[in-house]
């Protein structure tokens, strides 16, 4: 059964810096991507950041420049380097798997930025 748990969410300044971390359980053969969603209070689920097998990213244009997407197959994680964090970056951070034949979902971590 494979589950994903995010961490890593908090509390920052306006500027400040935060890292989520997805460490993913049980087995996936392949995907298409892997990725960080993120909702605020009354707006859609809003993709930020992929990252294929081939570990090409892609990232929403509010982001780029600030956030990063990576992964470590040893560790079986992936991370969101978020820089320069703003408060419109406030939201629940859910990080996901796409494959053939359904998505994987975390439970989301909260992040806020306060101004």
């Not at 908090?10 to 969603?37: D, E, H, K, N, P």
């Not at 244009?61 to 320069?84: C, P």
């Amino acid at each position: 059964q494979v589950q994903l748990v995010e961490s890593g969410g908090g509390l920052v300044q306006a500027g400040g810096s935060l890292r989520l971390s997805c460490a993913v359980s049980g087995t996936i053969f392949r995907f298409i991507y892997m990725g960080w969603y993120r909702q605020a209070p009354g707006k859609q689920r809003e993709l930020v950041a992929t990252i294929t097998g081939g570990d090409s990213t892609n990232y929403v244009d509010s982001v780029k420049g600030r956030f990063t997407i990576s992964r470590d197959n040893a560790k079986n994680t992936m991370y969101l380097q978020m820089n320069s964090l703003k408060p419109e970056d406030t939201a629940v951070y859910y990080c996901t798997i796409r494959t053939l034949d359904r998505e994987y979902w975390g439970q989301g971590t909260q992040v806020t930025v306060s101004s």
